[in-house]
């Protein structure tokens, strides 16, 4: 009947991203480390569900950057070097650079600061940002990407492009992967990680592009300076 065969597709799209997410939170965790071989069959059993929605989930992996694949092998963690985060996190910032832009030309597709629904957009976001820093000043790793990818995302939504929002936030979690490799070496992380990001937000809520792309530039050159000096050992 056609109402089964839709909801057997939907329960098996749902399935999919919930695998896909599954498997980035295990990558971004340390626990899937770069290099790390598997096949569709593991992760069906490991999940305890069919290989097609496995499947799909690595191909959509693969397509993001997280994963490589093998048509032989299966798939496998993909390992960035630090070039490679040198690059990803240039592309990073003339991505932002764009969105500065539209603000200070006043693009159409940038939401009024002076919209009721902006404002409490705005305040969403830098809910966000406290919780980011709060984690970022105790250490905690894992708390500080959940909440930095959701407080970007969310950010990069105010400008009115969701292509745009898509591939800063495709850039970002491919940051975090490569970052993770090196951070998760060390026991102690308090004072090491960025956290100036209710800052950005205030800065971009009074229209201050020029302090906005300053604390950007500040942040290009401490994530660089840590990973560079932790992979130099």
């Known amino acids: 009947m056609p109402g089964s065969t839709g909801s057997g597709a939907v329960t098996r799209s749902t399935l999919r991203q919930q695998i896909a997410d599954a498997l ?15 096949t569709v069959k593991e992760i069906a059993e490991q999940y ?36 490679d985060y040198r690059d990803i996190i240039e592309a990073r910032s003339l991505v932002i650079e764009g969105m500065f832009l539209a603000l200070e030309d006043g693009h159409e597709g940038y939401r009024n600061l002076e919209d009721p629904r902006a404002a409490a957009a705005i305040a969403g976001v830098r809910r966000r940002g406290e919780e980011a820093q709060r984690a970022a000043a105790a250490g905690d790793l894992t708390v500080l990407i959940g909440y930095d990818l959701r407080f970007w995302r969310e950010l990069s939504a105010l400008f009115g492009n969701p292509y745009l929002a898509d591939f800063l936030h495709r850039l970002r979690v491919q940051s ?6 090196h951070l998760r070496r060390l ?4 004072g090491r990680l960025w956290s100036r990001h209710t800052e950005l937000v205030d800065a971009l809520s009074q229209r ?18 840590v990973i560079e000096r932790l992979a130099d050992g």
Do not use: N
Not at 50 to 75: C, K, M, W
Not at 187 to 190: A, E, G, I, N, Q
Not at 208 to 225: C, F, N, Q, V
């Open 24 to 38: 980035r939170d295990e990558v971004l965790a340390g626990r899937l480390g770069p290099g790390r071989a598997f």
């Open 48 to 83: 305890g569900v069919s290989a097609t929605p496995v499947r799909e989930a690595l191909v959509d992996l693969s397509a993001q950057g997280l994963l490589e694949s093998d048509q032989h092998r299966g798939f496998r963690v993909r390992e960035y070097s630090v070039a």
């Open 176 to 181: 975090w992967v490569c970052a993770v490799q």
């Open 187 to 190: 026991t102690d992380l308090r």
């Open 208 to 225: 201050d592009t020029e302090g906005a792309r300053a604390i950007i530039a500040e942040y290009k050159a401490h994530s660089l300076a």
